[in-house]
């Protein structure tokens, strides 16, 4: 089964920096690659950093300059560096595998389907 556990979340000043963490165990099949999810309150979920299993790194356009996706392999760790942060940041984030096909930006059903497995995530807010 997998495991999902992400870390690192709290409340920050805009222009703040906060670093996540997400430990994983088990395996995701039918993945490209792992990446970082967020979802605000009223919002649909959205891909906003993915790294690929050469190293590759993508992000939406949103988050593009300002955050940095990692990964631990020996650890089995992935880490999104966040700075310059933005109230409109304020989310929680979710790591998790992402399928085959998947764009960046908002999440479909059939993806949100496929991966059954999420974990708690961690909570982002950026406010003065």
């Known amino acids: 089964q997998v495991h999902l556990v992400e870390s690192g979340g709290g409340l920050v000043q805009p222009g703040g920096s906060l670093r996540l963490s997400c430990a994983a165990s088990?395996?995701?099949?039918?993945?490209?690659?792992m990446g970082w999810y967020r979802q605000a309150p009223g919002k649909q979920r959205e891909l906003v950093a993915r790294?690929?299993?050469?190293?590759?790194?993508n992000y939406v356009g949103s988050v593009r300059g300002r955050f940095t996706i990692s990964r631990d392999n020996a650890k089995n760790t992935l880490y999104l560096q966040m700075n310059s942060l933005k109230p409109e940041d304020t989310a929680v984030y979710y790591c998790?595998?992402?399928?085959?096909?998947?764009?960046?930006?908002?999440?479909?059903?059939?993806?949100?389907?496929?991966?059954?497995?999420w974990g708690q995530g961690t909570l982002v807010t950026v406010s003065s």
């Open positions: 088990g395996s995701i099949f039918g993945i490209d690659g």
């Open positions: 790294i690929t299993d050469t190293g590759s790194e």
């Open positions: 998790n595998g992402i399928p085959y096909g998947v764009p960046m930006g908002i999440v479909g059903p059939a993806t949100l389907r496929y991966l059954e497995v």
